[in-house]
């Protein structure tokens, strides 16, 4: 069935599943001598989180401070930014070519802490953890591996709930991923944020992220980054920031769109995990349903 053919579609690293569509061994091996700076700003969330809206966020935060302190070589480049947002996506050079560039790297990533280069933690480079509820992460990641050619896709919905239960899927389980975060959340170099904080009030979330990073922004700047990462206005600019991948990447944007797909039983059976897996760790207790 599907379900095997996307299990076929997967390969191991450290324990969690990866989809070797899109990432390989050989480029995570190449990844784990990547040397990170304190400088560094990174972004770490599951897939679906809205990791592409906290990104723009973090790059336009990045981009602006730079020029404010007119120093042209802390800001990338459009081709830059195009190549280098997600750590694990790439080719087995990549990080070679990012030693060589001397900005404020922002990187993305949805690995899991332990699949990634011990420097990240050593240099101690400042870390912003974004989480979403599980219901609404399922739901977006659904719509996004059945409209997306490159993961694998799924017959029904009832078989992807399956997969995101048990964890067999690209990037592993949800609530595996929430759990081994929540044992980095107190370190002083890492902000937890959420989606639905971001979406109930995206100007303090802005403010809060850009004083996390020692980004000096004035309030006329924070403002223009608060409207330029508005759900409309990155869908317009879709085309333009993600190419054809835009038209699926901004789908609805919205909070509890979960209750369109699912049924009651599957309600109860992830509130169930929930409770049991994440109610009690640190970033389980940030999350809002
Ligand atoms: P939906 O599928 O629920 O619409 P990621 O970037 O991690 O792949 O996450 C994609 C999700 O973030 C999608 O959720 C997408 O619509 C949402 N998203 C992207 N930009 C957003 C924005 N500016 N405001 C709110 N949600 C946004």
Redesign the pocket.
């Given at each position: 069935g599907a379900t095997m053919d996307c299990e076929d579609l997967l390969f191991s690293y450290k324990g969690i599943l990866y989809p070797t569509t899109v990432c390989s061994p050989e480029v995570f091996k190449a990844l784990e001598c990547f040397e990170a700076r304190r400088e560094d700003v990174i972004l770490a969330?599951y897939?679906?989180?809205?990791?592409?809206?906290a990104g723009q966020i973090l790059t336009d935060l990045v981009t602006t401070a730079a020029e404010n302190t007119e120093d042209e070589t802390n800001s990338l480049n459009d081709e830059e930014l195009e190549e280098f947002p997600y750590l694990e996506i790439g080719d087995t050079e990549k990080y070679q070519r990012m030693e060589k560039l001397s900005s404020r790297r922002v990187i993305l990533t949805h690995l899991f802490p332990h699949n990634l280069p011990e420097s990240i933690f050593k240099n101690k480079a400042k870390i912003l953890v974004l989480v979403r509820n599980p219901k609404?992460v399922a739901?977006?990641f659904y719509?996004?591996t059945n409209d997306m050619s490159p993961l694998p896709s799924y017959a029904t919905w009832d078989d992807f709930f399956t997969a995101f239960m048990t964890g067999k899927m690209p990037w592993g389980s949800y609530f595996d991923y929430i759990c081994e975060w929540s044992k980095h959340v107190d370190e002083e170099n890492v902000m937890t944020i959420t989606y639905e904080e971001l979406?109930e009030n995206r100007a303090l979330g802005v403010k809060k992220i850009a004083e996390f990073f020692g980004l000096l922004l004035t309030e006329e700047e924070l403002q223009a980054v608060t409207d330029r990462?508005?759900?409309q206005a990155?869908k317009e600019n879709a085309q333009k920031t993600h190419g054809a991948f835009g038209n699926i990447?901004?789908?609805?944007?919205?909070v509890s769109?979960w209750k369109n797909l699912f049924t009651e039983d599957q309600n109860q059976e992830m509130d169930k995990t929930f409770e049991e897996c994440l109610a009690k760790t640190k970033l389980g207790a940030k999350i809002k349903y």
């Open positions: 969330g897939p679906k989180s809205g990791t592409n809206w609404d739901t977006s719509h996004f979406k990462s508005g759900f990155m990447l901004f789908r609805k944007g919205s769109d």
